[in-house]
């Protein structure tokens, strides 16, 4: 079942928090659920499986804007517990880790499977609860030749910089994807693996031989969780530590129980598994005067045809791609531009005239515009 932490936080505070006054002057003007740096849910239906499931997107705050530009791609399992889209979203905007687009894979509320989709025979855990099982495959099916497809074909993703995220049980799932299909995903994060579940991953993960691109893993647990699930995340790790292509990290997180460090898993995972191909700009910006702005303005146009335009307001220039929003422009050097926040500069080819061309680099990738006659 998917745990909602962020209401489960906000209800423990509730609870603990001094009784509030009976009545109060403020009034509600409007009321309505918060949409988090534009993500997008969807429902839908996998007919490999047979069953629905939510899809949560969040797109990084800087997308792919330039012809040919791509993203990496997350899949977090158990619907990210609602902490997965907003953690990869701040990460990629502070810069270090490559801005990726974040898909949630969880079900409609009350029709959790996870104890059928998660592994492929029955167990019984430790403390007495049984899982029904046998869904794996079909579920591993649905990811990689259904949803895959379906979110390369929508969004600006690079399927070969694609991560697959678990926890708990789901994290023995990736485990297993990992030991039987290595080539589904470029890196893995395995939190917490549910090895009591399925004892055999340990060995099918110390036989894996991977030939081509080297595999991004990161393994993480509480450091105060039940003896049975360290131990399980321990054989994990020393299975993967001799593993040929496999860059392994690992992390115990002191103090914490099973689901509490969770919140801290990005920040620890994310920049390593997904690490940015170059250090993001944080540039000064100076004066240039009036007269040499107005040789930036006008309209540009990049090899899709798409139209790059240079504006003026009060705060200087602006900066629009079509079908994006504005950006102000922050000079750094002579007919050299920069965007607050984003790893983006803007170079002019101005000389003494108007500027003939642009070339725009955006979270590592490079374009060039020409002026439109």
Known sequence: MKTHLIAAWLLICALCAPAMAASSSLSIKAEGPVVIADAIS?????????????????????????????????????????????????????????????????????ASARGVDLLSTSATSPDGFAHKGGGADAFRRFLVEELKPFVEARYPVDGGKSMLFGHSLSGLFTAN???SHPSDFAAYLIASPSVWADPGVVERLRALRIANSPRRVFVGYGGDENAYMIDGARQVIRALSGVQGVLLQAKAFEGEQHISYYPALPNAAFPFLLPRDN?????????????????????????????????????????????????????EAMDRFFIRGVDASIIFDAGDGLARKMEISLNGTTALALRVP
């Open 42 to 110: 969807l429902t839908v239906h996998s007919a490999i499986v047979g069953r629905d499931f939510v899809i949560e997107v969040t797109p990084p705050r800087t997308p792919p804007i330039l012809p040919g530009q791509t993203a990496p791609v997350v899949y977090v399992l158990d619907g990210g517990y609602d902490l997965a889209g907003p953690a990869g979203y701040m990460l990629g905007a502070a810069g270090v880790m490559a801005p990726a687009y974040i898909v949630t894979v969880g079900y409609p509320a009350g």
């Open 177 to 179: 994807v990992l030991a």
């Open 279 to 331: 250090l993001m700009r944080r540039p000064n910006s100076v004066e240039l005067s009036a007269e040499r702005l107005k040789r930036y303005l006008g309209v540009y146009e990049l090899a899709d045809h798409r139209h790059v335009t240079v504006t003026e307001d009060e705060d200087g220039l602006v900066f629009k791609v079509d079908g994006r929003d504005e950006a102000g422009l922050l000079a």
